[in-house]
T-cell receptor
Framework: GDSVTQMEGPVTLSEEAFLTINCTYT??????LFWYVQYPGEGLQLLLK?????DKGSNKGFEATYRKETTSFHLEKGSVQVSDSAVYFC??????????????FGPGTRLSVLP | GAVVSQHPSWVICKSGTSVKIECRSL??????MFWYRQFPKQSLMLMAT?????????EQGVEKDKFLINHASLTLSTLTVTSAHPEDSSFYIC??????????FGPGTRLTVT
């Protein structure tokens, strides 16, 4: 079945450091790809998404490019802030069913940014 | 953007009692909603799909008699944890797709069973 793999955390960075969180997926067909962020004690918020190959999603300085050839959707940010400390989830939604019946999440990567 | 709310945000109950959690889409209608469970420091696990006007669809391994789901209207789905036990303590999150097929998540409900 469909699956999402993320790099193991936790990731600890200093403020203004460069961030990369790797995400790879296995899916049939052409899924849509997402990054969600979860701040402590809160639910998930959509950070960015890409719906087809070579699309780049971006938001709040974060970027991720849908790479079909490497089945990857790595999250990057050029300069992290303390307020970026959260858990980041990579996820996919099968193209056939955008209601998310096969909305699959990765295990999450906890990011801590130190001042 | 679209908003999904959950109520309560946290609840503590005694073992053996039942707890109802509400999930509402505030500015759009959702014929389908999803319920997830998240254990500490783990990812979300889909429990069931809530369908307005019909029975919920449960994922393998989820007890439908324990986790009762009712999709009462196009903006409301409820999850009732019946005869709760400490192992049911968890973070429960709902989501709803907008007509444009974007998933929006509620803020979650933290259930603690003592």
């Amino acid at each position: 079945g469909d699956s999402v793999t993320q790099m193991e955390g936790p990731v600890t960075l200093s403020e203004e450091a460069f961030l990369t969180i790797n995400c790879t997926y296995t899916a049939t067909g052409y899924p849509s790809l997402f990054w969600y962020v979860q701040y402590p004690g809160e639910g998930l918020q959509l950070l960015l998404k890409a719906t087809k190959a070579d699309d780049k999603g971006s938001n709040k300085g974060f970027e991720a490019t849908y790479r079909k050839e490497t089945t990857s959707f790595h999250l990057e940010k050029g300069s992290v802030q303390v307020s970026d400390s959260a858990v980041y989830f990579c996820a996919l939604s099968g193209a056939r069913d955008n209601y998310g019946q096969n909305f699959v999440f990765g295990p999450g990567t906890r990011l801590s940014v130190l001042p | 953007g679209a908003v999904v709310s959950q109520h309560p945000s946290w609840v503590i109950c005694k073992s053996g009692t039942s707890v109802k959690i509400e999930c509402r889409s505030l500015d759009f209608q959702a014929t389908t909603m999803f319920w997830y469970r998240q254990f500490p420091k783990q990812s979300l696990m889909l429990m069931a799909t809530s369908n307005e006007g019909s029975k919920a669809t449960y994922e393998q391994g989820v007890e439908k008699d324990k986790f009762l789901i009712n999709h009462a209207s196009l903006t409301l789905s409820t999850l009732t944890v019946t005869s709760a036990h400490p192992e049911d303590s968890s973070f429960y999150i709902c989501s709803a797709p907008t007509p444009a097929y974007e998933q929006y998540f509620g803020p979650g409900t933290r259930l603690t069973v003592t």
